[in-house]
Every structure is written in C-alpha cells, then in structure tokens.
C-alpha cells in the first residue's frame, strides 16, 4: 500500500540538538545560488517507477525520490564542476531520515562528510554547511520509519569555483528552441482509446569491430573500444553532420541517415552481430505526446556509460528490462546460461528532454534530461522522441565468455547521432506520435488502418 504524502512540520530548534555539525535554517544567503536544480541526479535504490532520483531536483514539490526499505541509502546530484556548498535544503516526505550524513566528493568516489545528526526528524530542514565538491549526496543511516527514504527535493546552493571551458565540447543549435515551458497537461481521451505514441526505424548493422567514436573520440580513429554500427554506412570517427546526410543508410526508410552505435558483443574473442533489421523506436516520453518535436539535426548524445556500475546501469532511468533470453529477464549483467537456440535481447531508454540550446555538450549527456514522472523538466523544456534500442544477439547456451567491447554487461550503452531528412521526421513526429499511433516504419498503425500511413510504400513521403 502507498504511503500518504504529507509534509512534517518544519524543525525545530530543539530537534538538532543532536547534530554533530553547525546547523541553522535561515534563509540562503543572497550571493548563494541553486546549483541543484536541473542537475544529474543518481541513488543507490528506487522504490518504484514513479520515484526517480531526478525528481529530487526538479524544482517540483509534487514529485519525489523514493528508496527501498533499507539501510543505508543515498541520493547524490552532480553540479557539473567544483562548488563551494554553503547550504543544503531538504524537503522529506513522511519518509525521512533519522541518522543521516551531507556528503561532498570530487569525483563521486571519495566522499567528506560536512554535515551528520542522528536525530534527523524530517519535515523541511536547512542546514548551512561549508565544503567542496562536484558532486553532494546524502546518505542515510537510519530511516525514521519502517518505509524507506523520500525526498520531495534535494536542494544545494553556493557558487562554482570550476566548470567546463567555455565552447570546448559544446555545440549550439542554431537556431536554438527558446521560450518553451514543459507541458504538464493530460491528453483527453480517444475513442478508440490512445495506448501507443510511437513509429519504429527498422535498421541493420552498417558497419562492425570499428574502434572509432565520432562523438566522445571525434577525428582520433581506433581510440575507442571496438563499435557496432547501424544505420548511416559511412560513420567514423571523422563523421560530422554533413558527412551523415551525404552517406547512405541500412535503416529502411531512406530518409533516416542517422548515426546509431554499440559496443561490440563478444562470445571470448568473436564478435557477435545482430542478425537482419534491429528495432529502434522513437516514442514519447512525457505524458503530453502533443509536445513531442522532432529532434533538431546534429543532435547527438550517449545512453548509459562504460563506466557504470552495476547498481547505476540497473536504476538508470533508461533501463526499461536489461538483457534476457528465453524466460529469463531483469538481469542487468549477462545471465549466466541462456536456452539453446534462444537470443540475447536489450532494451534500453534515452532521455528526451532536450534543453533546447545545444546539439552536443563536453559529457555528451548533458543536454538532454529524463522526464520526471511524464514531465520535462524546466532545466530541459523541450520534448524530443524517445530513443529506445531493442537489440537482439544470436547467441545462447554457456554465457560465461559473453561479453561487451566496453566491458560486462552493465556496461551497454549506445550513441545516437540525427541525420534524418528533416520533413520526413516531422511527418513520422506528427502522424504517429503527436497523433497517438502504434506505427510500423511507414507510419502505418495496424490497428487503426483508417489513419493511413506517413509515408509510401518506399518509406519516402508521398
């Protein structure tokens, strides 16, 4: 049964006695800013679907971070560069923290505690500290119910002492996308009712084992870990948006030259490619499918990382099923055998809330944001299709040499660089995702055949 949501009391004075830090609850100071909002936020658990660490910082007061019901626990934000902290706001729902510490860390990897009570009584609690770090988290010891922690926000202000270069590894839009606010309306009901907002690219490998990646390694060949191209056939690491619209495509409408790669599955030392057209959707992430636009050409970003941990790749909110074969699903590393004949299968989410300002950022992620339960957050106004990847490998049985170019299995990540024929993916935009359809490449819903289709039987606009 869920939980009411209500808010505690605010603090008292007498309640943090206990703390083992200086605390007090004015007000930010006036050159402070809120560095939080908007930023990359990661937990170490989720309670469900509809408790996302990203909704933690988005500014809203009617979503929350919900953890499992255990000790410890924690939700960390990324600020993008070296900060001086000087305060923390937190905003607990009914589940709220009794003995918990504020951490700060340069790398998210060695944490100082700035800030630790064990007589945390929730409610709304501001707690003027002193640190620095990339990257704040709070991590909780003890929770003050049998339920786990919950955060409404997580707010963090001060001033930052380090950031990115300025225009080393951005590219802007031009024009940009300016003046949208996030849609927060529910589509009325259909009859006959509305259950999909989506069309499929149907594409094939294109090009295999090539260690090149325009994006995170552009113009140094064989600097990265060996890819699986789809898509365009003249991606490299010399590829540029120009160099995508003048190549050709294995997808199989014509119009779709995008750029889509992976690293390369390994059974020991043989690569192991998918077998005929792979399953990419473009769906609507947020629940106002009418908001969705198309993406902007050379737009390009990365799904997942390398690097992840395990913890991080199974509560990414782009992880929708992780591998599975056969009857087995969930596992967020490879299954240790699959039934024989069986295949390999992914699916995995992209962000599609785009902030509407840049093509590509210096961490290729940046850019683009997660819905916050069906909402674009304000930091990323802009709704773009949902990117989801359902990649099937013909292999089966022992799975114990099975592994990704990048490493194991929770390492799957993939990168998406948009060449499409711009009136051609408005069409596909329009018809089926703003118009509510379940559609096939075409443009063809199956379901509601009176709708027709977006494009001819050539895949091209009629």
Partial sequence: MRKLRRLVAPLGVAALAGCLAAVGINQAHAADTLLSQGRPALASSLENGESPAAAAVDGRSDTRWGSQWSDPQWLRVDLGGTATVTQVVL??????????????????????????????????????????????R???????????????????????????????????????????????????????????????????????????????????????????????????????????QA???????????????????????????????????????VIDYRSVRPSPPGLRYVVGSPSATLDE???????????????????????????????LNIRYQAPSCWDGIHLDTPDHKSHMAYPVVGVCPASHPVAVPMIEFKMAFPVSGNMANVRLASGRGYSFHYDFYNAWDAPT??????????????????????????????????????
């Fill in 138 to 244: 709070m991590y909780g010891t003890q929770r003050g119910t049998g339920y786990g922690y919950s955060l409404f926000e997580f707010k963090v202000y001060g001033s930052l002492t380090s950031t990115p270069p300025a225009g080393d590894g951005y590219v802007f839009a031009n024009p940009p996308v300016t003046g949208v606010v996030p849609s927060t309306a529910v589509p009325p009901a259909t009859n006959p009712p509305t259950t999909h907002h989506e069309f499929q690219a149907n594409c094939s490998v294109s090009r295999s084992n090539l260690p090149d990646d325009p994006i995170v390694f552009p113009n140094l060949p064989g600097a990265s870990h060996s890819h699986t191209f789809m898509g365009n056939t003249t991606t490299n690491a010399a590829t540029t948006l120009a160099s995508l």
């Fill in 425 to 462: 993916l408005r069409a596909l935009v329009t018809h089926c995702i703003n118009g509510g359809l379940q559609c096939d490449p075409r443009g063809f819903d199956q379901y509601k055949p009176d709708r027709g289709a977006a494009l001819n039987e050539n895949y091209e606009l009629p």
């Fill in 247 to 285: 190549g050709q495509t294995s997808c199989i409408t014509p119009g779709d030259k995008t750029g889509y790669w992976m690293p390369t599955l390994l059974n020991g030392d043989t690569p192991v490619q998918p077998v005929g057209r792979q399953v990419i959707y473009y769906k609507s992430g």
């Fill in 91 to 136: 905003q607990w729902e009914t589940a709220y923290a009794k003995a918990f510490q504020i951490q700060t860390s340069p790398d998210g990897n060695a944490w100082t505690s700035i800030y630790s009570t064990t007589t945390g009584a929730g409610g709304t609690q501001t707690l003027n500290v002193g640190g620095t770090g990339r990257y704040v």
């Fill in 313 to 343: 790749f199974r509560n990414a909110p782009g992880a929708v099923e992780g591998w599975e074969c056969g009857d087995s699903v969930r596992n967020w590393d490879f299954p240790a055998s699959c039934v024989a004949g069986s295949q």
